[in-house]
């Protein structure tokens, strides 16, 4: 019977003409061919049915038994191909409205702004043109709304806050300005207080009455100066200043003697993969092979608000060289140091200035180098602190 | 064949109860009423028509005679014919 598998196969209809019907025909089944629907139409001709993948088989045969074969029509799914493949100008017709659909879908077409005003909302667009977020642009190359929010408060120190929210093919931003109070505080009455533990060694108040001097050791939160003028008196000022002092700070610092590096070298490899849903195939670069560190970015389309389950995902490998080196104790010490200066400058103001150093203790145990050091510190401790009035 | 070797065919087939057309290379033909007909293990199509299809097998010929006769399925041991059937005659050699 003729089944789906023979539709998938394709069907052909064919007439046969000539004396050795019969012959032919049961030749060409011995071969192996399926018949389907032979009838007789003359007394030379017959009408039957074959496979497509068969018609080799009858057309060498043919000759030999001085019959001709003529098509009359074809089924199933190579004729449908081969009748959509000669209609090019439709195929070309359907791919470019594909791609022109992924385009359209994946272009930028508007960009919103509310909640500012006129002037910062100018300055947003000219910053969004910067990085390439304009109508008429490819969204594909964009980066992620998070990114473009980030950028912009970054860039643009007047915004408080900006919303950036991708509907489709348009952005909605959405701004709050910054209001400025420092005018305000500067008018308030304050004293200054001591931020941390030190020795001062450079008291400069400008505004206010000094409570300490050269040499004095401090507490944390003790007051430096006050904006109290004259005592039990209501005449206040906002007390200003720089007071330096000597600060110490203890640091432990735990280093191992022995310590593997990975180190990248100058070779790159790319990695291409498609994904379709949870399943990945590589497409190319699949056979390298190796100690490599990894770095992967994912491209995906989008039409619409659907995001097809289809994407290409680039991974860069950069290969990378395990080297370790054991240090002296020495050098240990020196690297300790070294350290502990480095994330002791983070944590500290940037004027502050590192004045000595001091190895209280030092020692190696289970393959551990341990260092208890000091430092000396000149910073800034004054820190204002308002005086509450009680109204 | 030799006459030997059929005599041993057709005791085996009978003595073990053997389908007889698989050990004698027989035709096996079914009949859905007159309308079709199935004929499996044969060796040709002799001839065909509206009328007459003879079909060769091992030890002779078959000829069915009917009506709008037609090969609805033709494989290398199998047909199946369509059409209305008058008679199945046999012609050994």
């Given amino acids: 019977m003729k089944n789906q598998q023979d539709f998938f196969q394709g069907l052909m209809t064919i007439r046969i003409k000539g004396k050795l019907l019969e012959a032919f025909v049961q030749a060409c089944t011995k071969r192996g061919c399926k018949i389907y629907d032979m009838k007789r139409i003359s007394h030379e001709e017959i009408v039957l049915t074959i496979l497509w993948k068969d018609f080799k088989i009858w057309k060498q045969l043919r000759r030999k038994y001085k019959c001709k074969v003529f098509l009359e029509k074809g089924q199933g799914v190579p004729f449908l ?3 959509l493949f000669r209609k090019n100008a439709l195929l070309i017709a359907f791919c470019l409205a594909i791609v022109l659909v992924f385009l359209l879908a994946n272009t930028l077409w508007s960009v919103e ?53 991708k509907q489709g093919t348009s952005y909605h931003l959405y701004g709050v300005e ?14 200054l207080v001591a931020s941390k533990k030190g020795m001062i060694i450079k008291p400069f108040i400008k505004k206010g009455r000094p409570l300490v001097s050269v040499y ?3 507490k944390k939160g003790q007051r430096l100066a006050t904006g109290q003028l004259v005592d039990e008196e209501k005449a206040f000022v906002h007390a200003e200043g720089e007071v330096i002092a000597e600060t110490w700070y203890k640091v432990e610092q735990t280093l191992p003697v022995k310590q593997v590096f990975q180190l990248t070298e100058g070779t790159h490899h790319k990695k291409y993969e498609v994904s379709i849903g949870s399943f990945a195939f590589p497409i190319w670069g699949w056979w390298k092979e190796g100690n490599f560190r990894e770095e992967q970015k994912v491209y995906s389309l989008e039409v619409l608000r659907w995001k097809p389950p289809v994407h290409v995902k680039r991974i860069d490998l950069y290969e990378i060289d395990d080297a370790s080196v054991r240090f002296s104790e020495k ?21 502050s200035i590192i004045k000595d ?28 602190k308002y005086i509450s009035q009680g109204d | 064949m030799s006459k030997w070797q059929k005599q041993i065919r057709a005791w085996v087939s ?4 053997l389908p007889s057309d698989v050990m004698l290379d027989l035709p096996r033909i079914t009949t859905i009423g007159s309308i079709h007909l199935y004929i499996e293990n044969h060796t040709g199509l002799l001839h065909f028509s509206d009328q007459e299809i003879r079909i060769q097998y091992k030890q002779g010929q078959v000829r069915i005679l009917g009506k709008d006769l037609g090969v609805k399925m033709m494989l290398k041991e199998e047909l199946l014919l369509e059409g209305t059937l008058k008679s199945v005659e046999f012609l050994p050699d």
């Fill in chain 1, 216 to 218: 004095d050791v401090v």
């Fill in chain 1, 331 to 351: 050098q240990l010490m020196e690297k300790g140091v070294q350290f502990a200066m480095e994330s002791l400058k983070q944590q500290l103001k940037k004027d």
């Fill in chain 1, 178 to 191: 910054k209001t400025r109070h420092d005018k305000d505080d500067q008018n308030q009455p304050a004293d």
């Fill in chain 1, 357 to 384: 150093e001091k190895v209280l203790h030092h020692g190696v145990e289970n393959g551990k180098v341990k260092l208890i050091l000091l430092f000396k510190v000149h910073e800034d401790i004054a820190m204002t």
């Fill in chain 1, 81 to 83: 191909l081969q009748g």
């Fill in chain 1, 113 to 165: 702004i509310k909640g500012i005003n006129p002037e910062l909302e100018a300055a947003v667009e000219e910053k969004l043109d910067s990085y390439g977020v304009s109508p008429g642009k490819l969204l594909l190359t964009m980066h992620e709304p998070g990114a473009i929010q980030k950028k912009l408060l970054d860039d643009l120190p007047d915004l408080l806050w900006i919303g950036v929210k």
């Fill in chain 2, 14 to 17: 009978r003595y073990f109860d």
